[in-house]
């Protein structure tokens, strides 16, 4: 089975190491420097590719069974749909700002699955809602709270990111939609800031965010929210940031020159931000959903606390996304997804393999998620 991996970047790593040892993988970006480290490292082919062209991508995809995507989100809408119009399967983490619902009816006509946002959080909080939706669970509420850290808390941000520290700057302006008494209502980024615990960790804050995407639109649940964990003092940072104007789009004006205040920050935030090569750093998550399952009113509760791995070198961001996405892409290839359209996790775990499935291929990869009945 020939598999085309469309993009190079940081999450493309663990699907590389993943996939290339039972598929005939090859990788494509636009970035020869990306394409050659990852291509030599894990030896897969490599294709010199424009992937914010939508021909170049109808034209790259026609030869494969199946398309992975790991592209910036914001080309990722239109890869997907690009994917789709070539009449290709596609399992995708490039999580773009727009609805991909929108592109379902264009799916089922091509009679195709897309397979979407199927990393960490969207992906495994997505899979676990749904898995316990579709079995019969009455959910009530539905919490998520998720973060990647650097173990070492340095001064001043006490945050290194594990992606693009513009997609991260997302997080601190983009209002956060949750759902509240059954409707779907907006509030501030970095709103309703709480403090949790953590084992071996400790302390740490939650904000909301705009993490629940297709959620809003696909299960019935009257309460749903999602939050990401920094370490106390971040956040608070981030909002002096924001209100001073250093996350603006509009472009000011700097003795002469249009500057816009994101393009400067994000320059000089990079190096900040930056994980060294052999950091060390973690990925923390917990999904609580709170109902009535089987007669009784019930509270599970997921975690997850992954670290890098010394020996290969994947971050714990990239092995917890990366390692969904390819579970996801197993499962497609085995010919078990007989529904066509946009599927997003809570929608592929109608079928109660699939969640068992993805834990399991986790687990073989090192990815621990520990299951909890809360009294």
Known sequence: MRIILLGAGRMAQAITHDLSADFDLTIADIDDEHLHHLGSQCKVPTQHTDLADPNAIRELVKDFDIVVG???????????QSVIEAGKPLVDISFCPEDVLNLDSLAKKQRVPAIVDIGVAPGMSNLILGHHYAMGMQVESFVCYVGGLPVERKWPYAYK???????????????????????????????ERERLHFDTIGELEAFNTDGLRTLLFTLDVREMIEKTLRYPGHVELMEAMRHTGY???????????????????EKLLLPQWQLEDDEKEFTVMRVMIQGVDKGKSVTYE????????????????ARTTGFTCTAA?????????????????????KDPEVLPFVFQHLEARGVQWEKRLLD
């Not at 996350?247 to 920050?265: C, H, K, M, R, W």
């Not at 892409?329 to 775990?349: C, F, M, N, Q, Y």
């Open 161 to 191: 990111a594990p992606f693009s520290p513009i997609d991260v700057i997302e997080e601190y302006t983009r209002p956060a939609r949750i759902k509240r008494h059954g409707k779907i209502i907006t509030l501030p980024a970095l709103s």
């Open 302 to 317: 997921y975690d997850l606390l992954d670290y890098r791995d010394p020996e290969t070198g994947l971050s714990s961001m």
């Open 329 to 349: 892409v197993r499962w497609l290839a085995s010919g078990k997804v007989e529904d066509t359209g946009i599927l997003p996790g809570e929608l592929l775990a």
């Open 247 to 265: 996350f603006d789009t509009e472009p000011v004006d700097v003795n002469g020159q249009s500057i816009a205040p994101i393009d400067l920050t």
């Open 70 to 80: 790991a592209i910036p989100g914001s080309l990722g809408y239109q890869m997907v």
